[in-house]
């Protein structure tokens, strides 16, 4: 054994694959932490989806009542944490639903982009009403050109957005779809 072995010690251990470091130990806490915060920041309907076991349904629940008190919450996400640590091998299924959970609400806001997009373009353009009316014929277009009049009306006169938001959910039907 040479000096730099003795004085440092076996360095052996670090070529061993079942030994994990401190660090990557807290970078999985920290993680599977963010996945518990995750899971409590969604709505109880949107919890029902997810394939939780009861200890974990209470512990969320729970987490909803110690939404305002700010230390016991960030107490017990580290519990909820150790708790899914406790299920590593469960943790698959909750991912892929989260996963899924948040495609959907992407999905929802991307077409929500399209409808405000479609809506300004509406108002700024004036081919835009053609374009609509081509791209989607079912829509009532007296209703259309009128509350499209009314907005840029509002507009001029600088008062509330009525109109710009009854444009809004008069077009929201022909572009979300289910």
């Known amino acids: 054994m040479t000096d730099t072995e003795f004085k440092y010690g076996d360095s052996k251990w670090l070529e061993q694959p079942d030994?994990?470091?401190?660090s990557q130990i807290k970078r999985e806490m920290?993680?599977?932490?963010?996945?518990g915060e995750e899971?409590?920041?969604?709505?109880?309907?949107?919890r029902a989806k997810i394939p939780l076991d009861d200890e974990l349904k209470?512990?969320?629940?729970?987490?909803?009542?110690l939404a305002k008190k700010r230390e016991a919450l960030r107490r017990h996400i580290q519990?909820?944490?150790?708790?899914?640590?406790?299920?590593?091998d469960e943790l698959e299924p909750i991912e892929q639903a989260?996963?899924?959970?948040?495609?959907?609400?992407?999905?929802?806001?991307?077409?929500?982009?399209?409808v405000e997009t479609w809506r300004d373009r509406l108002l700024a353009e004036a081919d835009a009403v053609t374009a609509f009316i081509a791209e989607y014929p079912e829509v009532d277009v007296q209703q259309l050109r009128q509350l499209i009049r009314n907005a840029k009306k509002e507009?001029?006169?600088?008062?509330?957005?009525?109109?710009y938001r009854e444009l809004f959910q008069l077009i929201k039907p022909f572009i979300i779809q289910d």
């Open 39 to 46: 899971l409590i920041a969604l709505s109880p309907a949107a």
């Open 19 to 22: 030994h994990i470091s401190k």
């Open 155 to 163: 507009q001029e006169k600088q008062q509330p957005p009525k109109s």
């Open 58 to 65: 209470d512990a969320l629940e729970l987490a909803d009542k």
């Open 79 to 88: 519990f909820i944490g150790r708790l899914m640590r406790e299920r590593e």
């Open 30 to 35: 920290h993680a599977l932490q963010a996945l």
């Open 98 to 114: 989260l996963a899924i959970i948040r495609n959907t609400n992407q999905a929802a806001t991307r077409q929500f982009h399209k």
